[in-house]
């Protein structure tokens, strides 16, 4: 089971991981309504052999990127959800991030070896920037499974 931690808290964990000598695997996202299309990225972030960092949106982020009524599960739950899975180590909930030098930021601080991402992720080169500039590298784990969306899921459930 993985651990829940803050955004405040980054830091001091990179420094424990680093000074273990393990390779820290980082993705991020909202993962609302989670999915066997989620499962299956987080399944092969981790298994690029490492420690896997989640970086958990917060609800405002959601609710910003996806639009009204988002999200359907609140950022604590989804983190709890999120750190009960196997192949997540670490869950960080972030606050408010507004401006991508705020993501540039975390990166920094987490000092990822690799930053895990869906094929076709619309800010890949960002990321792999990102990746770069801490001496990572970035790295398309799965391709995104047409027709799974949680906005997709979450339109079924209300029509029930």
């Keep these: 089971m993985g651990r829940i931690i ?31 299309g989620h499962i299956e990225f987080l399944k092969r972030s981790k298994s690029q052999g490492g ?15 996806k639009g009204k009524g988002k999200p359907i599960n609140l950022e604590k739950d989804r983190a709890v959800i999120l750190s ?7 869950v960080i909930c ?3 991030l507004k401006k ?3 993501y540039e930021t975390l990166v920094k601080q987490i000092e990822p070896d690799i930053i895990a991402v869906t094929e076709n992720d619309p800010i890949f080169e960002v990321k792999k920037g990102y990746a770069e500039s801490v ?26």
């Design 84 to 90: 009960n899975l196997s192949s997540v180590d670490y």
């Design 6 to 36: 803050n955004y405040e808290q980054t830091p001091a964990l990179t420094k424990q991981l680093k000074t273990m000598g393990k390779r820290i695997v980082l993705v991020g996202g909202c993962f609302d309504i989670l999915h066997k």
């Design 135 to 160: 001496g990572g590298k970035i790295v398309t784990v799965v391709a995104r499974l047409k027709g799974l969306a949680s906005s997709k899921l979450a339109q079924g459930i209300n029509k029930l």
């Design 94 to 96: 972030l606050p408010y």
């Design 51 to 65: 420690i896997l960092v989640v970086a958990l949106e917060n609800d405002q982020k959601v609710r910003e990127l």
């Design 100 to 102: 991508d030098i705020d």
